[in-house]
């Protein structure tokens, strides 16, 4: 051994200049990179990759001893560095962040399978496009739910939401057995399903839609029912924009736009676009506008939407209210009891019945009414209601007159409380059934890992692969309605922006040739004519674009039960859960202009081609700006919402899905478990069966617990 230098001769020796050390630094760190490379190697060996690179030459021992020797080097260039005084380097890249990184690479790699970019190879059927549309949706689904995961922060969200609704009173015992479960077993697969299973147990929502005529009082009633007065009364019409009613600490204001960023504003600013008045057939193009207000009643959850009034002079204020009843759990008709039940509040009322919403009439301004002829407009509503539509509803007589209030008081106590709280039951047994499902089908999921190594039958393995295909023609399906509802929405977009629509003046012209050239037709506005006719048209080719995507959703719950049936896996959707997510559609409003087209002198002298091409010209440059633009907000937001609604759908399929591919993939893997990996399987199994008889249900006879028509209602 040499002799240790003093300190003074270690601070006089000379040293390495900054650029040498930087050398040596760097050559030590790489030498460590070629050793995680070695590493690297090892771990393959012994990993499951799908595609092995090196074939398994070393013997355990022998690879105990390298790590033994990988050790010793880095020992030594920590030593050689510290010897030389050069500081070690901080790590300075988050794990996270680089796998952030490669994830988005792999993304990238994934998108060019699309269609699109293999037909650079050659023509691409198209069976094998919805294939290959089918494969790129799978694996950019799981590589996105791999990012996501990161983002939650090592999976603490779902645990984290799990305690949330337990401290607020939620028993869901089973669900954080399950949700352990899947954690510790590496059930990534599950994950999809415990959050939609969440998102059912955090909506505690009621939603309450008004309806009722220009003036029959519903901005006076809702100020009533919440005890402020924060709606405009005594305005007429209203603009065709409901106005969303719900509950929140501090009172405030959200305006949604379709042409500028939504605005929060303070409540006294609601008149500015709620009313005709300060925004005139809707000229701000406001979307939606929601009220969140320190509200008593609104505290538990229940909300409220002012709808445009039926009847109203804006016939889109009657489109928009009867486009907005699939989107409410109680349909809330009021009548002025100094009128009569029209044919528009009976229509109202039928399709209410027809979308299974409970239905409750009140009859307001009971107020100027005696007892007597109270009872007797009870009596004669109801009896028209059923004549016309052959069921019995709710009438109740209520009043905005605080000498009157207590009729309010009982209606809201009576008849909507006991609605609401039915409607939590009903939601609590369905959450019920749904967390018993998932259950047993995690269970199944580990039962079928424990007896992976028996012999499955080709029959079984045929049909296991038939779901596998199935669920990928599937995800190719969406990914083609996506892009095709994406490019219709863009092409009429794109039209209107250009001020030009040959196609929307087609109609209107056909119209109005066929009204000079017929003798009793009557007396023809060929502005009005015009106006209702691309109104028709343009509502026509959005309701083709709405029903292809419920055509969607209604594709995606059958093929779910299909693979589930295939699979034997006891969770899978109900009837109506898909097409239940389809909501909110645009209405398209027509801005009102005026036209003159004058009739041809000699029209039946014309031929009926000529006249068409001839009016179709004239139409379409007539057509004001106002008009195109007003089209062309529509199309972007239609455009949107089929996009939201597409995605929408698709996180809900992947809720199953991803269990379905997890399964069948190891019901036709080969992998052999350890002794270990089988007892720690087991034990999860038992506790999970522990977990279920203590809570006093099981999927199996949860699932018994709510009637299809209450499934379909909630």
């Not at 060019?112 to 294939?131: D, F, N, Q, T, W």
């Not at 991803?658 to 990996?677: C, H, I, V």
Request: glycine content about 6%; hydrophobic content about 40%.
């Amino acid at each position: 051994m040499g002799i240790p230098m003093t300190p003074g001769e270690q601070q006089s020796r000379e040293t390495l200049n900054p650029y040498q050390s930087n050398r040596l630094r760097v050559t030590c760190r790489y030498i460590d990179k070629l050793l995680a490379e070695i590493e690297d190697i090892l771990n393959t060996t012994s990993s499951k990759a799908a595609f092995p690179r090196y074939v398994t030459d070393i013997l355990p021992v022998q690879r105990r001893t390298i790590e033994d020797y990988i050790a010793r080097v880095r020992v030594q260039l920590i030593r050689i560095l510290e010897g030389q005084g050069i500081p070690l380097e901080k790590a300075s890249i988050p794990v996270s962040r680089a796998v952030h990184v490669h994830l988005g690479a792999i993304d990238i790699a994934v998108d060019e399978l699309k269609p699109k970019y293999m037909r650079g190879y050659g023509e691409v059927p198209e069976s094998v496009a919805i294939e290959l549309n089918g494969i790129v949706g799978e694996l950019s689904g799981l590589v996105h739910r791999f990012d996501r995961y990161l983002s939650e922060g090592v999976g603490q969200d779902l645990k984290a939401r799990l305690e949330r609704l337990e401290a607020s009173g939620n028993d869901l015992t089973l669900l954080r057995r399950i949700e352990q479960t899947v954690r510790d077993g590496g059930l990534v697969e599950f994950r999809s399903a415990i959050a939609s299973v969440l998102d059912r147990a955090e909506d505690k929502s009621f939603e309450i839609a008004v309806f009722g005529r220009v003036s029959s009082g519903k901005s006076s009633l809702l100020n009533a029912i919440l005890e402020m007065d924060v709606l405009p009364v005594g305005v007429t019409p209203i603009t065709a924009v409901p106005t969303h009613l719900t509950y929140a600490d501090q009172p405030l204001l959200t305006v949604w736009f379709s042409e500028a960023p939504r605005k929060e504003l303070e409540v006294s600013h609601l008149r500015e676009f709620a009313t005709e008045q300060e925004n005139p057939g809707n000229a701000k193009h406001v979307v939606q506008m929601v009220l969140a207000l320190p509200a008593a009643r609104l505290r538990s959850g229940v909300s409220f939407v002012d709808t445009p009034g039926l009847g109203s002079l804006a016939t889109s204020g009657t489109s928009e209210t009867l486009a907005y009843l699939p989107r409410c759990d109680l349909g809330m008709m009021l009548i002025d009891s100094g009128s009569i039940l029209t044919a528009d509040d009976l229509k109202t009322i039928m399709m209410l019945r027809e979308a299974a919403i409970p239905v409750n009439v009140l009859l307001s301004k009971a107020d100027l009414l005696g007892a007597d002829d109270r009872q007797r407009i009870v009596r004669y509503i109801k009896e028209n209601i059923y004549s016309e539509c052959k069921f019995d509803v709710p009438v109740n007589p209520v009043s905005v007159v605080p000498s009157c209030r207590e009729m309010l008081n009982d209606w809201f106590k009576d008849q909507l409380v006991p609605l609401y709280a039915r409607s939590q039951e009903l939601r609590a047994v369905s959450l019920r059934r749904k967390i018993g499902a998932l259950r047993d089908s995690v269970a199944a999921s580990l039962q079928a890992r424990i007896k992976r190594s028996a012999q499955s039958s080709a029959t079984s393995r045929e049909r296991i692969q038939l779901a596998e295909a199935l669920l990928r023609r599937t995800m190719g399906r969406i990914e083609e309605i996506r892009v095709r509802c994406s490019k219709v929405a863009q092409a009429a977009a794109a039209e209107a922006a250009r001020g030009t629509a040959p196609g929307l003046a087609e109609e209107p012209a056909r119209r109005l040739v066929h009204a000079w050239s017929s003798s009793n037709y009557g007396v023809v506005v060929p502005g009005q004519l015009v106006r209702d006719s691309v109104s028709q048209l343009i509502e026509v080719e959005a309701r083709k674009l709405q029903s292809e995507i419920v055509d969607l959703a209604r594709q995606l719950g059958t093929n779910l039960r299909q693979c589930a049936a295939d699979l034997g896996l006891p969770d899978f959707p109900t009837d109506n859960e898909f097409e239940s997510l389809v909501r909110g559609a645009p209405v398209f409003e027509c801005p009102a202009f005026a036209m003159s087209i004058p009739k041809p002198i000699g029209t039946r002298l014309f031929r009926k081609q000529l006249m068409m091409r001839w009016l179709i010209r004239k139409i379409s440059r007539r057509l004001p700006a106002v008009f195109y633009k007003a089209v062309e907000n529509f199309w972007i937001l239609t455009g949107e919402w089929a996009t939201s609604m597409v995605a929408e759908l698709r996180q809900k399929f992947d809720s199953y899905a991803e269990n379905y591919r997890a399964q069948a993939g190891q019901a036709l893997g080969d992998r052999q478990f350890t002794k270990d990996e089988i007892l720690a399987l087991q034990r999860s199994l038992a506790e999970l069966n522990a977990a279920a008889v203590a809570n006093r249900f099981h999927g199996a006879d949860a699932a018994h617990e709510v009637s299809a028509p209450q499934e379909k209602a909630l």
